[in-house]
């Protein structure tokens, strides 16, 4: 299958009116917004263009905003924010779903001090013996440099027990200023494998887009998706029979042969989607107008 490409936005820009938009990897990489991602925001909103940012972020989505604002995303260019962590965050408080009424009150969080927001205002007992927890709230790795390895004899432990995982962020890994780390979806990915229990909140999965798409008040038809990663935000997108739009220079830039800016080839764009079996509508080599 040929996947279009295109320099940028413009030539496809009449076809929708509003965008679910993926944050990292589209709007800035963890240390700074994208001028040329910028200015095409500004062009959507001057053309009306209403806009949801969606994020496999593990923290509240007020946190993932202020942290948008400080990197120059100002608030007069999209609608609304939701993040991954935001949704698991409603359900841990609720308890409304049979998978969490279930759960016991004991947590042991597995994540970086930045990610402790998600346990403000939750009842919750935050333990420090993972022996002594009745369930698992996954927000990712502790530290930049941190492997899979690391974690492997507490995930081995959690698993022996059946223990269930929160995962608050389903993406594998993230570029934070051009080096790769590991996500919260690495750790679940693994703690399936060995048998533990899971429940994923975020893109690929559907509530986030039934709520964006509820926020935008548009018709399916009429919104696109933007995003840099075929598991997540095109599966995504096609699960929420949205158009995906991948942007080709984040997560899979090398697996693509390409620097940052640079437009990969037809060849390579069509053999990446052919194999990951989630085709895009059109390709971006960032996101510009």
């Known amino acids: 299958m040929r996947i279009p490409l295109y320099d940028g936005l413009a030539p496809l820009a009449a076809a929708y009116d509003g965008y679910v938009c993926d944050l990292w990897g589209v709007l800035h990489d963890g240390v700074r917004a994208f ?32 942290k948008m604002n400080e990197l120059g995303i100002a608030p007069q260019l999209y609608d609304t924010v939701l993040s991954s962590g935001e949704v698991a965050w409603e359900n841990l408080k609720s308890r409304t779903d049979d998978f969490y009424a279930r759960l016991g009150r004991r947590c042991f969080h597995i994540g970086p001090d930045r990610d402790n927001g998600m346990r403000a205002g939750l009842d919750y007992d935050f333990v420090e ?93 009429r919104v696109a998706a933007l995003g840099d990663s075929l598991r997540t ?31 990969p080839s037809q060849a390579a764009v069509d053999r990446l989607c052919a194999e990951s079996g989630w085709p895009p509508a059109a390709c971006l080599p960032v996101l510009k107008w």
Do not use: W
């Open 35 to 66: 001028p040329d991602a910028v200015a095409c925001l500004e062009k959507l909103r001057d053309r009306g263009a209403k806009i949801a940012v969606l994020s496999n972020a593990p923290r509240r989505a007020a946190e993932v905003e202020a």
């Open 129 to 221: 013996d993972l022996g002594a927890a009745d369930f698992l709230l996954n927000t990712g790795a502790h530290m930049g440099d941190s492997t899979l390895a690391d974690y492997e004899a507490d995930l081995l432990a959690a698993a022996s027990r059946r223990l269930p995982m929160v995962c608050a962020n389903p993406d594998l890994e993230v570029i934070r200023g051009g080096v790769r780390e590991i996500c919260a979806g690495l750790l679940a990915q693994r703690y399936e494998d060995l048998g533990g229990p899971v429940r994923y909140h975020g893109k690929p999965h559907a509530e986030v887009y039934h709520e964006c798409l509820s926020a935008l008040g548009l018709p399916r038809d």
């Open 233 to 263: 935000d095109v599966a995504g997108a096609l699960e929420a029979e949205i158009a995906p739009i991948l942007i080709a220079g984040g997560i899979h830039a090398e697996a693509l042969g390409i620097a940052e800016g640079e437009t």
